[in-house]
């Protein structure tokens, strides 16, 4: 690599600009490609917490220029949903989808440019095009076929930094307003951005202290002077975190409350540990060491600039991102949030790229970010076993690495002592060989961390296809059955003890015509609301507080069956896969006006299990008499039956048990099926089968069970 640092070329010719361009063009290109296959390979989303969120507000404001959740108003959350929204004016949901995927590739692996003009401000042409290929594949480029916020704000916080740079080593207004625009809309891009106002901000605060007049200032201060001085920083830290915990619950919790148990920097530390492991450990080395000064090193304005947003983009990513990972440990789960401190890579391979070309470095400094490494490599959970961890691409090198080559984590730690000590080697070899030998040092470096982050992206996305490929068959060709049967017309999915909710997401993603989704017993969660309707005593849905207004009407339901029954045509069935890949069926049915159910059952597990409150069917539609077939299993010991046959109520805007008509007594023997025929009245009925003899299956399951059961209603009994 060329040791000469051109800060201020001159006038080029258009053949120049050209050779310029064009290798930088070419990487572009070749990672586009990439990661093109990598997205047509990907058959369907998976992280639906996320995908179908992004999704549901896209198509909002498509449809409507409002962000929504399944038809309520909502905060439109991030600028990326905006951007895609337009794409969801094709017609055909395939190819909305993977027009967005080839989109987000695009516009993800777009964050070469910024990185690489960022990198030309303090070294040459061929260590930044290294910087930029180097951002441009880390393992968290795969989420560039996800429907994820990371496809515009990765490649957008890397121009921010760019131009905040360019402001401060310019200092031209056209700079500064740029800057300052750019900087102003990075919350909108995503939230997490809030960051980049912050980085600014400490930019000034370090462009000061950093500054001639204040340097020679600090030159006469006494002891006394900087006690003083630390007294105010202090006392600014602690006015500011308590202005700070007034307006969020999110920096009280982490602060205030749960100081003691380290939880930003625990977590902190595992979201820096599988970064580290994601780029190779050498770029976080030799990144967080090129912030440091080495003796003798040339001083360029450019090189302070860098430094200075480098090392508040550091500061102000890593507080967020062990901020947030800490609040999550409380409030959901303890997680690896990598995800939220990817934005740093961009500035760690421009260090990089410096040291390896000027082939110096502070040896202390190297010394202290290897320490450090180490460190949090050896306690973040490496998750070798996973075949993906959704927050935490970098660790996905070692999860294929194990899947094919049962690499272990003991085997992976060690992986991570070597290069970090490697990373030390190179940094103190480099400026004692010899020129050529440095120089070929550094392009075999280079080549390997390359090398690494390539392969460790690749892992990322065949850990992403395969999760795809699997979770596809729990919804079942056609996937868009819903759309092909509605023409897009209002339609309402319900469901009853959903235990697997991958299929309706699904469907949900897949078919747009469902605008609402629910279910009776609140198994049924987000993202968006899923509220259950109110029921009236006679089987009719009603979203108000009265059933002469019921709000909401839809044209269609897709029907859980058999525990959903709805009133109106059947247009449609659907197989699909609920949990345990069990084979169960959707029915797609043209609704009566108003919307109203021929019977629902309830107190069924999704494994068709009765539980503790026993189970229930409700007949809503009695015009004429019928007879309703229950069949029970039980397994090892048997267990007395009461069936009642019992009248319907209303209670709490819920149909309920009335009072009894009779009882029918049977017994389930053991490991066998007994069917019991109910004879039904021309009205509306319940059935109320109580277990009496419940077990516990134990293994982890603590549920109370009574019997698989199943209940279907006939007009006339079957003769056979």
Request: hydrophobic share 50%; proline share 5%.
């Amino acid at each position: 690599m060329s040791a000469a640092v051109e800060t201020r070329p001159g006038r080029l010719t258009i053949a120049d600009r050209l050779v310029v361009a064009l290798p930088l063009a070419s990487i572009y290109l070749w990672l586009s490609i990439v990661y093109c296959v990598e997205a047509w390979k990907r058959v369907t989303p998976w992280l639906f917490t996320d995908e179908l969120e992004y999704t549901q507000l896209s198509r909002a404001i498509a449809a409507t220029g409002h962000a929504a959740r399944r038809g309520e108003p909502h905060s439109f959350r991030s600028l990326y949903v905006v951007v895609t929204a337009p794409f969801w004016l094709i017609d055909d949901v395939a190819a909305a989808f993977a027009a967005i995927k080839y989109f987000d590739v695009l516009l993800m692996t777009s964050v070469l440019f910024p990185t690489y003009f960022l990198a030309r401000l303090v070294v040459g042409r061929a260590p930044a095009l290294f910087a930029a290929a180097g951002a441009a594949a880390i393992p968290s480029l795969a989420y560039s076929s996800w429907i994820a916020e990371e496809t515009l704000a990765y490649p957008y916080s890397a121009l921010c930094l760019f131009l905040i740079a360019k402001a401060f080593l310019e200092r031209s207004r056209g700079w500064i307003a740029g800057a300052l625009v750019a900087t102003a809309i990075a919350p909108v891009v995503r939230g997490e951005l809030v960051v980049i106002p912050s980085v600014l901000v400490l930019s000034v605060l370090f462009m000061w202290w950093s500054s001639e007049p204040t340097r020679a200032r600090r030159a006469r201060w006494s002891h006394g002077d900087w006690l003083g001085w630390f007294a105010i920083v202090a006392g600014a830290i602690i006015v500011f975190s308590g202005f700070m915990s007034h307006f969020s619950d999110q920096w009280l919790m982490d602060t205030a409350y749960n100081w003691t148990k380290a939880r930003v920097f625990v977590y902190g530390d595992y979201a820096a540990g599988a970064l580290a492991v994601g780029l190779g450990v050498i770029p976080l080395v030799l990144g967080l060491a090129s912030l440091v000064p080495s003796r003798g090193e040339p001083w360029t304005p450019a090189l302070r600039v860098f430094r200075v947003v480098a090392t508040s983009a550091v500061i102000g990513f890593g507080v967020y991102t062990g901020m947030k990972s800490g609040y999550l440990s409380q409030v959901f789960e303890s997680r690896i949030e990598e995800r939220n401190l990817i934005y740093i890579c961009p500035v760690l391979f421009v260090g990089t790229a410096y040291v390896l070309e000027r082939r110096r470095a502070n040896l202390v400094a190297v010394l202290a970010a290897a320490v450090y490494t180490v460190y949090v490599v050896l306690t973040t959970p490496l998750h070798v076993v996973d075949n993906v961890y959704s927050d935490a691409l970098g660790l996905s090198i070692f999860q294929q690495a194990n899947r094919y080559y049962l690499l272990t984590t003991r085997d992976a730690e060690v992986i991570l002592v070597v290069a970090a000590v490697l990373a030390v080697a190179v940094a103190a070899g480099l400026g004692r060989l010899p020129v050529r030998a440095g120089i070929g040092l550094a392009v075999a470096v280079a080549t390997v961390v390359l090398a690494w982050n390539v392969t460790g992206e690749i892992s990322a996305a065949a850990g992403n296809v395969t999760n795809s490929r699997d979770v596809a068959p729990a919804l079942g060709e056609p996937f868009t059955w819903v759309d092909d049967g509605t023409h897009l017309k209002p339609t309402l999915y319900l469901a009853q003890s959903v235990a697997d909710q991958n299929p309706e997401w699904l469907l949900e993603f897949w078919n747009r015509s469902i605008t609402t989704v629910s279910s009776l017993d609140g198994s049924i969660k987000g993202p968006g609301p899923a509220g259950a309707p109110n029921i009236t005593a006679h089987g009719q849905l009603y979203w108000t507080s009265t059933p002469s207004d019921p709000g909401k009407l839809f044209d269609y339901a897709v029907e859980d069956w058999p525990c959903i029954d709805f009133a109106g045509t059947h247009v449609a069935t659907h197989r699909y896969r609920g949990g345990a890949a069990q084979l169960s069926r959707w029915r797609l049915v043209q609704l009566t006006k108003p919307n109203r159910l021929r019977a629902m059952c309830a107190g069924i597990y999704g494994d068709g299990w009765s539980g503790a409150d026993d189970s229930t069917y409700y007949r809503f539609v009695g015009d004429r008499p019928g007879w309703l077939k229950i069949r029970m299993t039980r397994q090892s010991t048997g267990s007395p039956v009461d069936v009642q046959l019992r009248t319907v109520t209303e209670e709490r805007k819920e149909p309920a048990l009335g009072s009894i008509d009779r009882h029918v007594h049977t017994t389930i023997p053991a490991d066998r099926t007994v069917t019991e025929w109910v004879r039904t009245p021309p009205a509306p009925f319940a059935v109320h089968t109580v277990i009496e003899r419940k077990f516990s299956p134990g293994n982890g399951d603590v549920r109370q069970l009574g019997a698989l059961i199943a209940y279907h209603w006939y007009a006339r009994k079957p003769t056979r």
